[in-house]
């Protein structure tokens, strides 16, 4: 267990964004009854770029009839004439990346209060510059380029964190739970969520949870069924 421990709140990792819009030329608004404000046109939607080797981060195409905020001089537009473009990174994953109670300081629920250790490698730096330029060219591609340079967004805005327990094969001090997500030398203690994922991904990691959850849950069926309980 105590090598379990030293993985402990580490390798947290998330998707580095950047984001473009562009305008669709050429459109027509179409003929159609009103709708209420609000409700998305049959032109709304998101389409998928996925993760390649040579182009290391999933991309999406998105549009965006319901934006709350004005998308362009002459707003409203045209439906569906308005995308988004995002790139999310994946990360390089390291130990220092971590999570830490602090001694000396209380969160607003009286407990020790997180700090959060974080920061981006060489190799990060070089795939969001490579993102950079990737989502200009797709920019310039669909239409015509509603801003002079892409927003590299906060780190963290992708809210997809991940890591601090994640699963492993062995216990080797790299991870906390079994693939099964039992954790390390604690019997019948099991965790789930995001935070189990071992390896860096580029895209929303729901779906990868709930599998993960949905293993670990077995295994915990199958030990009542062992036990006669």
Not at 115 to 121: A, D, E, I
Request: net charge negative; charged share 20%; glycine share 10%.
């Amino acid at each position: 267990m105590r090598r379990a421990y030293d993985a402990l709140g580490r390798y947290l990792n998330d998707q580095t964004q950047v984001v473009f819009a562009a305008r669709l030329t050429g459109l027509k608004a179409p003929v159609t009854t009103a709708k209420p404000e609000g409700t998305l046109s049959q032109t709304s939607g998101v389409s998928w770029v996925p993760y390649t080797n040579y182009l290391p981060f999933h991309g999406q195409v998105m549009q965006l009839d319901t934006s709350p905020v004005p998308l362009a001089d002459d707003d409203p537009v045209v439906p569906g004439s308005i995308v988004g473009l995002g790139l999310f990174c994946a990360k390089e994953l390291r130990p220092e990346d971590r999570l830490e109670f602090a001694d000396d300081e209380l969160d607003a629920y009286g407990m020790p209060a997180i700090r959060v250790h974080y920061g981006l490698t060489d190799a990060d730096r070089q795939t969001l510059e490579h993102a950079k330029g990737e989502i200009v060219r797709l920019g310039q591609a669909v239409g015509q380029p509603l801003d002079d340079a892409p927003i590299l967004l906060p780190l963290g805005a992708s809210l997809h964190y991940q890591g601090t327990t994640r699963m492993g094969s062995v216990d080797d001090g790299t991870c906390v739970c079994d693939p099964d997500s039992q954790v390390w030398g604690v019997s019948g203690l099991v965790v789930a969520g995001n935070n189990v994922i071992p390896t860096s991904t580029a895209a929303n990691p729901t779906l990868t949870s709930v599998a993960l959850a949905v293993r670990g849950a077995r295994r915990i069926a199958r030990s009542f069924d062992e036990s006669g309980a």
